[in-house]
């Protein structure tokens, strides 16, 4: 727990010093006296917010070193609640400015000076799409992959502005080292981007997959089958998931988070199960054997820790996929570690994978919970949400075990347990959480 929070702890004091940068900078670079704190402040407000753009990039270029220690729904949330942090700065930078004095008005002025003006207008612009479009999601009729495409361009086009901007001001980015670092900044911010646009998809090109088979399962769900195409395959630990793009090259568009569904002892062939529940996943079913692929990843921090004496995974619906990687990996080590299954779903029709988990309850120490929303009448199960009370009566056995927590599935299912095991005194650091809100 200790190295992890240390970690945690060294990456954000190393974001916060990265933010504040720039000041440091100005501080101790050419000053000048006499132009008021408001003046002051709303420059150093812009400097915070160019830095805080391009450390943007950091967290969406799927860097491993990050995303195994906080998991990657946290690094997707943080970056979004610094997106809008971001926006709140970048907003407020002229207009403290404006307030302070008028004069700068002239910065938006086309007859003063038309392309100034038009680049700042049109950075302006672009910097509310690029917090707003993804709050808005796919209710402006914006697809996820051209979502993605824009949101990328339009922060890289954001930052080159915002570069132009200062080094055409000058005052606090006069000198040539100066500018240097602002430079050598954005082109660091944008090489992110091209490593994750476009390095990133070269190196899967070299490991290419072909759909063995689309196998069908209860509740809307397809379990997509993937065979490596000339070679080994993929080294993961249950619980993770990769990016998957169906395409004859990897550069295309779509390109969609799944986890992985199949054993990790299983090297031959990787398995996704996937819900229809939108334009993409709603094709899955129609997937032919054959079709060319290529995945992206392991991620994410959804992992069992060895030292663990114990596990409990508490889902809804389709959530159960990274649950039963994990348990068809402890089958196949012979892991005798009690398990413990907290399956939500709306009717007992809903209940994907309910065949393989009742076998799996005989090759394991694994005790399987239903708990059904909408049961039908002759239902004798648990019923309705999970709640603490639920939780309480089937975990009591663990009561004395070092035992680590996983939950995945919807949202509003998510918020409830997780303040339900937290009141039952879980710790934080054993409650693990993925999340696939991605925009």
């Known amino acids: 727990m200790f190295p992890i929070l240390w970690r945690v702890g060294l990456q954000s004091a190393a974001y916060l010093l990265l933010a504040i940068l720039p000041l440091g900078i100005a501080y101790f670079g050419t000053t000048d006296e006499g132009r008021g704190f408001w003046i002051e402040f709303g420059v150093g407000l812009g400097m915070v917010a160019f830095a805080l753009l391009a450390m943007q990039f950091i967290t969406t270029a799927r860097f491993r070193w990050v995303v195994p220690y906080v998991g990657s729904d946290a690094v997707i949330y943080f970056h979004r609640q610094a997106g809008i942090l971001v926006l709140l700065i970048f907003l407020a930078h002229p207009l403290i400015l404006f307030a302070a004095d008028p004069a700068y008005l002239a910065y938006l002025d086309p007859r003063v000076n038309f392309l100034r003006a038009v680049f700042l207008i049109a950075a302006t612009i672009a910097m509310l799409l690029v917090v707003l479009l993804p709050l808005g999601g796919l209710r402006f009729g ?148 054959g079709t060319r692929a290529f995945l992206e990843g392991p991620y994410g921090a959804f992992r069992i820790d060895p030292r663990a004496e114990a596990a409990v995974l508490v889902v809804g619906g389709i959530g159960a996929t990274p649950a039963l990687s994990m348990l068809r990996t402890a089958r196949d080590l012979g892991d005798r570690r009690p398990f413990v299954l907290i399956y939500g779903n709306v009717r007992r029709e809903d209940i994907a994978f309910r065949d393989e988990l009742e076998t799996l309850t005989n090759e394991l120490d694994l005790k399987v919970v239903h708990v059904l929303s909408e049961p039908e009448p002759e239902w004798t199960g648990e019923s309705g949400s999970i709640t603490k009370e639920i939780l309480d009566r089937h975990l009591a056995p663990l009561a004395d075990r070092d035992v680590q927590y996983f939950v995945c599935g919807p949202p509003p299912m998510m918020d409830l347990v997780e303040h339900a095991l937290l009141a039952r005194g879980v710790p934080h650091w054993r409650l693990l959480s993925e999340r696939f809100d991605f925009i």
């Open 142 to 289: 914006l697809s996820y992959e051209w979502w993605r495409l824009t949101h990328g361009l339009l922060a890289a086009a954001v930052l080159v502005v915002g570069l132009a901007h200062s080094l055409m001001v000058g005052h606090y980015v006069s000198g040539l080292a100066v500018q240097v670092a602002w430079v050598v900044a954005t082109l660091i911010a944008i090489g992110l981007l091209i490593h994750a646009r476009v390095v990133k998809p070269l190196r899967m090109r070299r490991k290419p997959y072909r759909v063995a088979r689309v196998i069908p399962e209860r509740g809307d769900v397809s379990v997509l089958v993937l065979e490596p195409d000339g070679h080994d395959g993929m080294t993961f630990a249950a619980g993770q998931y990769a990016w998957l793009t169906l395409s004859e090259t990897p550069f295309s568009l779509q390109q969609h988070p799944f986890s992985m569904f199949s054993s990790s002892k299983v090297r031959e062939r990787i398995e996704f199960a996937i819900k229809e529940a939108g334009d993409f996943t709603s094709t899955i079913k129609d997937v032919r054997p």
